[in-house]
């Protein structure tokens, strides 16, 4: 049976999920948004152990563990910055999200939770990274049986409104 989608409004660094997913940037050593978080919540030996990777090129993902978090393990994917949507932002930003189910395939994670990937600094427009969200993540859930459930965190209403109109077009 393919996994569920459930929105949830709070802070992902509350969540006792396997995983969670930090919007990073490609250094991996932290910033504002919910990369600081992260990076707060789960204590200084999640800084270290991100030192040790070397950092994460744009649309590609790394995993870490959670170190002070509830949650198991951390991926951590960078998102495109906004630059109009000419740049292959698009297509990166779908990336994150097929990059963050294949490390969730090869670490055994069955329940991963999402920040809104690129609509915060980066600018990326919520209501296009809501769809390519949800796309990619009906996608994963239809190939992927280990995932049993998804949680598209939403931090503020705009966020929220977003997701459930992309939920909406796809009758789910
Ligand atoms: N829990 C859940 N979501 C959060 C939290 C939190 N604690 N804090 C912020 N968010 C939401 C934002 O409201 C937004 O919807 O996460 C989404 C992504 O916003 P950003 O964190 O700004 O990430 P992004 O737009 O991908 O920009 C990444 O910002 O923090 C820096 O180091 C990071 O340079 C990178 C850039």
Request: proline share 5%.
């Amino acid at each position: 049976m393919a996994g569920k989608i459930t929105l949830v409004e709070g802070d992902i660094t509350k969540l006792a999920v396997d995983a969670i997913v930090n919007a990073a940037n490609p250094s991996l050593l932290g910033g504002g948004g919910v990369d600081g978080a992260i990076h707060r919540a789960a204590g200084p030996g999640l800084l270290a152990e991100c030192k040790t990777l070397g950092g994460c090129p744009t649309g590609e993902a790394r995993i870490t563990a959670g170190h002070r978090l509830p949650a198991r393990c951390v991926i951590h994917t960078v998102g495109p910055v906004w630059r109009g949507g000419g740049r292959g932002e698009p297509g990166l930003l779908a990336s994150c999200y097929r990059r963050c189910f294949r490390l969730a395939r090869e670490h055994g994670i069955r329940t991963v939770a999402f920040p809104a990937i690129s609509t915060g600094v980066y600018g990326f427009p919520k209501d296009q990274a809501a769809a390519i969200a949800i796309r990619e993540i009906q996608r994963a859930l239809a190939e992927n049986v280990g995932i049993i459930e998804v949680l598209l965190v939403c931090f503020n209403p705009e966020t929220k409104k977003a997701y459930e109109a992309a939920l909406a077009g796809t009758g789910e």
